[in-house]
């Protein structure tokens, strides 16, 4: 019997839950290579719109449709029609691996989670060219299901993404489903397909607060 009986099931996100987020490794990166560029006007042009899933390159690299080198090429006309002279390349796969960080409160929360009887995924959007994260963290041996926005042709906040993870979990109620993520645009996402959610914008006290919720 699980201590929570409204949940069945926990959907976790990567990158800024169970680890650092990675906007700060690129944040360092960009102000390294290009000290003048305004982050917030340079952010966007790079990334697409945050609060939707669009054709921008890097969204359609997120959904493992174009390489890294072909993104870089799509990239290019943007930023330089927005008047950018220079462009800061993303962090490598070692970068990334060697930049990011473990939250050990919520992986072990995580661990956890999953011991109570709580069927757990991982949602993560990220690109392939990152796709060594998987067996660096081991994530498949954290969790029962990890969904890889790049390895499904769908990235967060598309609704079908939350939908396709929950089909994996088992398809337990959408209802008694947990998202915990860190942006907002995502959990408006998983709000908008009944998902109930936790915006983590401290991955330390968000594990306490899963605690609270589902083990105590």
């Given amino acids: 019997m699980r201590p929570n009986p ?13 680890s650092t987020s990675p906007g700060e490794l690129m944040t360092k990166q960009i102000r390294a290579d290009g000290a003048e560029i305004d982050l917030a006007t340079f952010m966007p042009i790079i990334m697409g719109p945050f609060h939707e899933d669009s054709d921008h390159p890097w969204h359609q690299m997120e959904r493992g449709r174009i390489t890294f080198e072909e993104y870089l090429i799509g990239i290019e006309p943007l930023w330089r029609e927005a008047g950018f002279t220079s462009f800061p390349t993303p962090p490598t796969s070692n970068q990334l691996l060697t930049g990011l960080r473990p939250i050990p409160e919520m992986i072990e929360a995580a661990r956890d989670v999953r011991a109570a009887g709580y069927r757990t995924a991982i949602l ?11 067996q660096a963290w081991d994530a498949d041996n954290l969790v029962d299901v990890v ?16 939908e396709l993870t929950v089909e ?10 947990l998202f915990l993520d860190d942006f907002p645009w995502n959990i408006a996402g998983a709000d908008a397909v009944g998902l109930q ?6 991955p330390v006290a968000a594990a306490t607060d899963l605690r609270e919720r589902l083990l105590a």
């Fill in 6 to 18: 409204d949940i069945d099931a926990v959907i976790f996100d990567f990158a800024g839950v169970l």
């Fill in 124 to 134: 993560t959007n990220n690109i392939k060219e990152w796709g060594a994260w998987r």
């Fill in 147 to 162: 969904v890889d926005s790049c390895e499904v042709d769908l990235r967060k906040p598309n609704p079908a993404i939350f």
């Fill in 168 to 177: 994996r979990l088992g398809s337990p109620a959408i209802d008694r489903t």
């Fill in 197 to 202: 959610t936790m915006h983590v914008s401290d």
